[in-house]
């Protein structure tokens, strides 16, 4: 019998990389918690998405698959949003951070065409810098 948490302590982390449009939503929801509730607010939600993302890097099996939405990206929920997400061998790509009360499908047919290309776009990335490594 195999110790689950000896297996857990020596899976490597996934490294996870946030795509330009993920860090203009962050700022987005920085800057309109601030103008809401204040900058210790603000400063607090901002940190549940860094614990977040730790939390994903650490154990990728949190996101979910929600094949009603779009058969190949996978979801996270921080407080009101979703982090949008796509898994490779070794990486997760956090597409974008929409917020929960959106109509989530609609909003992901608005991106498609450009989050589509992103993901490309990444997969490429990634495979080269893995080639360079070797």
């Known amino acids: 019998m195999t110790d689950k948490r ?3 302590r020596t ?3 996934i490294i996870v990389h946030l795509t330009d449009r993920t860090l203009q939503d962050l700022i987005a929801i920085e800057e309109h918690s601030i103008a809401t509730w204040g900058k210790r607010v ?5 940190g549940d998405f860094e614990s977040a993302l ?4 650490d154990n ?5 698959a929600e094949p009603d939405m779009h058969n190949s990206l996978y ?5 009101k949003h979703l982090l949008v997400c796509d898994i490779q061998t070794k990486a997760i790509f956090v597409l974008t ?3 929960a009360n959106m109509d989530i499908p609609e909003r992901l047919l608005e991106l498609e065409p450009t989050l ?8 490429q990335q990634l495979v080269k810098s893995a080639k360079r490594k070797r």
């Open 11 to 13: 899976r490597q982390k």
């Open 97 to 99: 951070v929409l917020h």
């Open 75 to 79: 979801f996270y929920r921080v407080n």
């Open 54 to 57: 730790q939390r994903l890097s």
């Open 6 to 8: 000896a297996s857990k």
């Open 60 to 64: 990728p099996d949190l996101l979910r």
């Open 116 to 123: 589509s290309l992103e993901v490309q776009m990444l997969h």
């Open 42 to 46: 603000a400063n607090r939600y901002m």
